[in-house]
Every structure is written in C-alpha cells, then in structure tokens.
C-alpha cells in the first residue's frame, strides 16, 4: 500500500505489548534487525508500549517492559518518532519515555485524564484522538482542553468502530467533526491542522490533507 500510495500512505513498524511478551531474545534481536534494514521505508516505530489489560503475569510483563525500552532505544538510534500504545500504563510509559529522553512520542488512542494529558503536551509530546471520543464523555471533556497543535487523529481500524460496528479508516472524519465541535472549530481547520501535526510529527513531506485527499 506504501508503494501504491506513497504520499499518502506510511507505515510504522513496532512490536505491540501484547506480542512481545511471547518472543524469544533472538526473534527479537532478528526483527529489532528487520527494522534496521527498514529504515528508509517507515516514518516511526510502534506500536510500542504496555498492556496490563492482556498481560499481567510477572514473566510476561518484565519481557514486555524490556522489549518496549528496546524499541525506544531503536527509535533514538533510527532517529524516528515512536507511537505508545499504553493500556492501564500512561504514568508508567510517559515516564519511561522520559526517562530515555525520548524526543517525538505520540500516545496513540488516548483516553487519559486531564493531568496525564498537560503532563503530555507539557513535554511536547502528542495524544492521538481515536473515533472513540463520540462515546466517551471523559475523552471528550479532556480533549476540549488540549491544544490542537498537539492533536492527531486516527480511528484505531477495524476496532472502536461507531455503534460498535467494524471501524475503517474513513470515520476520522467523525472524530475531526467532533474535535471541531469540541474547539469550536471548523472541521476544516480540525483538519488542516492535525494533519500538519501529522505531517511534522512522522516528517513526511506531502502537502495535502489526510482527510480531503483520499483516494
Ligand atoms: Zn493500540
């Protein structure tokens, strides 16, 4: 799809926490590798981060925690901003990307509290608001407050679909509108923006918008 679309699709590679609690040491070092070679086709690592919502035995969790410091390690050593995908983690992990100074982080899926977002964007980092700000009135009270230069959008496809239903990648139109309704924005400079927060974050050069420009 990257190649198909070049300018407007991208892609990350990362190891989520669910997965990388189950690799052994050299699957990790031979796809930490894999990456490497990659460099020049991705503009980040992730998703990456912790999952005490799947993973709570004692093993499972160092493992995840270490693959998630190798990976923020990568992205320090490629020089590529990191996505953090953090369930029942947003302290532990804006912690952990603090401590290794990690420059460019976005917290995909956001659905913290008003702290844990000024904590955020306090240190330059970004939350990512997925489609399920329409049922979430603590997302949507949270995210009112936020400064849009540090909102991006997704929908987390296929999952958090509205009316439950399957998600597709198409619907960030309604978490623009509602990021719009929520500001007090036109949804056009919802989106004029947090596709340039987009754009800078990952460094990829297009100039059109996610949005209005799909295919
Ligand atoms: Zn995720």
Same mark, same amino acid.
């Given at each position: 799809?990257?190649?198909?679309?070049? !300018?407007?699709?991208?892609?990350?590679?990362?190891?989520?926490?669910?997965?990388?609690?189950?690799?052994?040491?050299?699957?990790?070092?031979?796809?930490?590798?894999?990456?490497?070679?990659?460099?020049?086709?991705?503009?980040?690592?992730?998703?990456?981060?912790?999952?005490?919502?799947?993973?709570?035995?004692?093993?499972?969790?160092?493992?995840?925690?270490?693959?998630?410091?190798?990976?923020?390690?990568?992205?320090?050593?490629?020089?590529?901003?990191?996505?953090?995908?953090?369930?029942?983690?947003?302290?532990?992990?804006?912690?952990?990307?603090?401590?290794?100074?990690?420059?460019?982080?976005?917290?995909?899926?956001?659905?913290?509290?008003?702290?844990?977002?000024?904590?955020?964007?306090?240190?330059?980092?970004?939350?990512?608001?997925?489609?399920?700000?329409?049922?979430?009135?603590?997302?949507?009270?949270?995210?009112?407050?936020?400064?849009?230069?540090?909102?991006?959008?997704?929908?987390?496809?296929?999952?958090?679909?509205?009316?439950?239903?399957?998600?597709?990648?198409?619907?960030?139109?309604?978490?623009?509108?509602?990021?719009?309704?929520?500001?007090?924005?036109?949804?056009?400079?919802?989106?004029?923006?947090? !596709?340039?927060?987009?754009?800078?974050?990952?460094?990829?050069?297009?100039?059109?918008?996610?949005?209005? !420009?799909?295919?």
């Amino acid at each position: 799809m990257c190649e198909k679309y070049p !300018s407007f699709v991208h892609a990350t590679l990362g190891l989520h926490p669910v997965y990388a609690a189950e690799l052994t040491d050299e699957e990790l070092e031979a796809y930490l590798n894999l990456i490497r070679r990659n460099r020049s086709e991705i503009v980040g690592i992730g998703e990456t981060g912790l999952d005490y919502h799947w993973i709570s035995d004692s093993i499972r969790i160092e493992k995840m925690k270490k693959v998630f410091i190798d990976l923020l390690q990568l992205a320090r050593e490629l020089n590529l901003p990191v996505v953090l995908h953090l369930r029942n983690a947003i302290d532990e992990g804006l912690d952990m990307v603090m401590k290794n100074k990690m420059r460019e982080v976005v917290f995909h899926c956001f659905n913290g509290t008003m702290r844990q977002s000024e904590e955020i964007t306090r240190n330059n980092y970004y939350v990512s608001i997925a489609t399920n700000i329409l049922r979430s009135e603590n997302i949507q009270n949270v995210v009112s407050k936020v400064p849009l230069q540090r909102i991006v959008t997704e929908t987390d496809s296929p999952y958090l679909g509205p009316h439950r239903k399957r998600n597709a990648p198409q619907n960030v139109s309604l978490v623009v509108d509602k990021l719009a309704e929520l500001q007090g924005l036109s949804p056009t400079e919802v989106d004029e923006i947090t !596709s340039q927060n987009a754009r800078r974050f990952f460094n990829i050069g297009s100039q059109n918008s996610f949005k209005t !420009s799909a295919p």
